[in-house]
Nanobody
Framework: VQLQASGGGLVQAGGSLRLSCAAS????????MGWFRQAPGKELEFVAA????????YYGDSVKGRFAVSRDNAKNTVYLQMNTLKPEDTAVYYCAADARPLRLGVTISEYTYWGQGTQVTVSS
């Protein structure tokens, strides 16, 4: 099983980026998918999660109203649209998949499969 995150880069404050995470090796159409991030010197932080159907989602307080998570089960891919980016959003962003079917994981320990991370840098 592999989760391949992409779409990171350098953007100015106030700008937008869209991250993608493509899964291979198995389907996650019945599993929640999540995004986490880790800034330099800080712990891994929950960003967003989306339920298996795409109708349920949950966000960390620091990104509510600015980020939107979505998924395309036909492509086995989850997305993170990041708007109004701030310098404090600078981090390595990781996608993850919950091995449990029909649940919505919102904590690190609930996720079994992890991608390699993509760097997002927001300049002021």
């Amino acid at each position: 099983v592999q989760l391949q995150a992409s779409g990171g880069g350098l953007v100015q404050a106030g700008g937008s980026l869209r991250l993608s995470c493509a899964a291979s090796g198995r389907t996650f159409s019945r599993n929640s998918m999540g995004w986490f991030r880790q800034a330099p010197g800080k712990e891994l932080e929950f960003v967003a999660a989306i339920g298996w159907s795409g109708y349920s989602s949950y966000y960390g307080d620091s990104v509510k109203g600015r980020f939107a998570v979505s998924r395309d089960n036909a492509k086995n891919t989850v997305y993170l649209q990041m708007n109004t980016l701030k310098p404090e959003d600078t981090a390595v962003y990781y996608c993850a998949a919950d091995a449990r079917p029909l649940r919505l994981g919102v904590t690190i320990s609930e996720y079994t499969y992890w991608g390699q991370g993509t760097q997002v840098t927001v300049s002021s």
